[in-house]
Structure formats: C-alpha cells, structure tokens
C-alpha cells in the first residue's frame, strides 16, 4: 500500500534532519522549537505539495518543454529574464490540486484556533532545500510574505513562493553553482505574524572581526525590512556571549521604518520622539543574545538570526527568533575587504 504523502507538517514535527522535505529555513525553525526556543506557531507545507503540484498540473512538463529553447542554459542577462518570466507565469496560471488546497486551509484554520483569531495575520516565507546551507546560499533569492490574511490570499502567496525559485537571479545562481534549473524542490513555511515592535538581524560570530565570544545584534524600530534592506543605519548592541553581559550599545538616528498595515506593509517615517532612542532595551537585548548563544552551542557552529521583539506583550514573552542558519563565511579567513562585501551582501540579500 502506497503511503499517503505528507502535505503539512507543523513545526514541532520536525528538525533539522526533515531538510529534504520542509527546506533549510523550516527545518531550522522546528530545530528551535525542539529545544525551547520561542518561535511563532506554524507549519511547513512540504516539498510533496510543490511535487504534486508540478506532475498533476503539467507545470512541470511545461517548464521542461520551455528550458529545451537553452541547451546549454541561459547564458546572457536576456535568456535568463526570458526563462525567469516564462516558469513564473507557467507556475502562478495553475490552480493548485485540491487534496493540497483543502489541507492547507485546514491548517490556516487550525492555525487561527491555536491563536485564538479568526482571519489570522501570517508570514508565508518560501524554505528551499538547498537554502542557508554552508556550501551555498539562496538567502534572499525566495521571496517572503507578510500579513497575509485568510485562505484566498495565503493560498495565493503560497503559489509565489515556489514560483520565486525561478527568479533572474536564482536562476544565475544554479548555473553558477553547476546546479539543475529543475533538479529541487521548495517548502513554504506559513507563521504566526508577531507585529514586531523592534525587529533586526544577528551574529553568534562579529561580522566585521571574526570574534566568537560576542554576540552582535542589528536592529530598527518596526518590522525587520528596514534593516535587511538597508534602509536605516540599525542600532547595534554587542553581548559578551560567556557572561550575557551587555559591553557596547551604538544607538543610530533611525528615519524610516516598515510597519504592518491592514493590506500589508509600508515604509513610515519614525516618530521624532524614536529616533535617537534604542530599539532594544538592555534586557531585550541579552534575552536575544541567549537565544543565539543557545541555539550556536545546539548546531556548534557560527551562526546569524533574525528576531523580532513583539509590540504590547510584556518581557520576556515578546522576544522571538524567526531563522537561524549558518555563517557562511568566518571573517578572519578573509581580507578586509572581503570581509565587507560578505557584510554588505548578507545585509542586501537576507529574506
């Protein structure tokens, strides 16, 4: 008797071993959840759903027919947005198999119980299985969703998402890396949305020095966009990692930020009387360093974060981790300059 595939699997199904079926970035998060780390509720539509989605829609024949134009694969910046654009659209024009359709809107519902909200706010965040491993990074390369509200739209978002591993850009990158154009898969992870008062980025290992006895936070008012994009120069706090002991605090006049809105997100200017005021306080920022630190010492090795401290909920109950996946890179192995590109790149490109 054939088994049944599995479509969904909820976080604290899973772990670090389950990357084949749930991606890089769901499997991290289910790790977490293992050893008691808050993250917020959610579950993995798994690489099964993106498999049976191509085979009984003919998508994936489609897309093989249209790579047969690039024997050898696209090679100038032209054939790669022909190809971009045509699996994209070859992806977002099919209606998604209806054993898939009726299981996620059975979790979206169960979900919203969990929560206690009806029409609950999530985060549709695309997980690939090669994604945010050492020897190759997709960050940035798939696309995220924020505030995504109710079946229509999340089954919507959920399309793009594995649609987003056709990019210009992912695409090049497969070609670069010697990797088949249509030879993975993606899982999508759908979370609890925390409507972030602060939110940023951090380092079990300084970016700029190599140092791996401090933790290194990045961090705005609002949701995380503003610092993944670069928008403000974030605050940033440095923790000794042995003691949690706050050492360094260099608060940045912070102009813009990203919040939530009843359609989504938008950028706003930050109230004057929030500029000049840390984003974190001193025990917000060393409950974060200890998430880090304890999810460093469970994996043993380097890592970077993404957290996210929740509005109108008292500490330590507000302060979550979202991802965490490998450092790609020591610095100290490189030259100074390399070292700033790594900087730069992981700022531009980190979903």
């Known amino acids: 008797m054939t088994e049944k595939p599995r479509l969904v699997l909820w976080f604290e199904e899973f772990g670090r071993d389950e990357v084949k079926s749930v991606g890089g970035k769901c499997a991290s998060l289910g790790e977490m959840?293992?050893?008691?780390?808050?993250?917020?509720?959610?579950?993995?539509?798994?690489?099964?759903?993106?498999?049976?989605?191509?085979?009984?829609?003919g998508a994936g024949n489609e897309m093989e027919d249209h790579l047969k134009r690039f024997p050898e694969g696209p090679r100038v910046l032209s054939e790669f947005e022909e190809a971009?654009?045509?699996?994209?659209?070859?992806?977002?024009?099919?209606?998604?198999?209806?054993?898939?359709?009726?299981?996620?809107?059975?979790?979206?519902?169960?979900?919203?119980?969990?929560?206690?909200?009806?029409?609950?706010?999530?985060?549709?965040?695309?997980?690939?299985?090669?994604?945010?491993?050492?020897?190759?990074?997709?960050?940035?390369?798939?696309?995220?969703?924020?505030?995504?509200?109710?079946?229509?739209?999340?089954?919507?978002?959920?399309?793009?998402?594995?649609?987003?591993?056709?990019?210009?850009?992912?695409?090049?990158?497969?070609?670069?890396?010697?990797?088949?154009?249509?030879?993975?898969?993606i899982s999508v992870a759908v979370m609890r949305l925390v409507a972030g008062r602060s939110a940023g980025v951090g380092f079990t290992v300084h970016p700029s020095t190599g140092d791996d006895t401090r933790v290194v936070l990045e961090g705005n008012w609002g949701i995380g966009e503003s610092v993944v994009q670069g928008v403000v120069t974030p605050d940033t706090f440095v923790i000794n990692k042995e003691h949690l002991v706050l050492e360094e605090k260099r608060v940045s006049e912070k102009f813009r930020q990203f919040v939530l809105t009843h359609s989504g997100t938008e950028e706003q200017d930050i109230p004057l009387e929030k500029r000049g005021v840390p984003c974190l306080s001193d025990e917000e920022a060393t409950k974060i360093a200890e998430y880090a630190k304890s999810v460093e010492r469970h994996y043993g090795i380097p890592l970077d974060i993404e957290w996210v401290v929740e509005e109108h909920v008292p500490f330590p109950q507000n302060t979550f981790l979202v991802q965490a996946r490998p450092v790609t890179a020591i610095a100290e192995k490189k030259t100074p300059a390399e070292r700033l590109i790594d900087v730069i790149l992981s700022r531009s490109y980190r979903k």
């Open 33 to 57: 959840v293992k050893i008691g780390i808050p993250v917020p509720p959610g579950f993995a539509l798994t690489t099964e759903c993106y498999d049976i989605f191509l085979k009984e829609t």
């Open 84 to 185: 971009s654009h045509t699996l994209h659209q070859i992806i977002v024009s099919k209606e998604i198999p209806d054993d898939i359709r009726r299981t996620v809107c059975q979790s979206y519902d169960m979900l919203c119980e969990r929560c206690g909200i009806a029409d609950l706010s999530v985060a549709v965040r695309s997980s690939g299985i090669a994604e945010d491993m050492p020897t190759a990074s997709f960050a940035g390369q798939y696309e995220s969703y924020l505030n995504v509200r109710g079946k229509g739209e999340l089954l919507d978002k959920v399309r793009l998402c594995w649609a987003s591993m056709f990019s210009t850009r992912g695409i090049s990158y497969r070609i670069k890396k010697g990797m088949a154009l249509l030879g993975s898969s």
